[in-house]
């Protein structure tokens, strides 16, 4: 998620991202012209972004590369992981494990759950 502090979105959060998405090579790939020229803008520009509008239309090309700088694993985790930790730990709680609460926040248990998961799909499918 694009960082937004005290209202205001900062160059250094738009140069990390962009930074991040040239390497990868996903600036041409993922945005259209228009919306590089708004993110090479604003770098040049502004030291903060306080327009609401401008910060509308930065966060939504940010997202677009986040979204796209996300690995497989990482979106598997969000997406698939932390719900079954969450029903995991809920089971846990009810047969008396009190410390399974944490089991939601470790991030080792969740992607281990997403990559489960995601093997035994790929199992089922003959795969």
């Not at 910060?55 to 719900?83: T, Y």
């Not at 029903?87 to 609460?101: I, M």
């Amino acid at each position: 998620m694009v960082e937004v502090s005290g209202g205001f979105l900062a160059r250094s959060v738009i140069v990390r991202v962009r930074a991040k998405a040239v390497r990868r090579g996903l600036w041409f790939r993922v945005l259209t012209r228009t919306d590089r020229a708004c993110v090479d803008l604003a770098v040049v520009v502004v030291d903060r972004v306080r327009s609401s509008l401008l910060r509308k239309v930065l966060s939504s090309v940010l997202e677009k590369l986040e979204a796209a700088l996300e690995s497989p694993v990482q979106r598997l985790m969000r997406k698939v992981g932390v719900d079954l930790a969450l029903r995991l730990s809920q089971f846990a709680v009810k047969w008396g494990h009190r410390s399974a609460v944490c089991w939601v926040t470790d991030a080792g248990f969740v992607r281990f759950l997403a990559v489960s998961h995601l093997n035994s799909v790929q199992s089922l499918r003959g795969e």
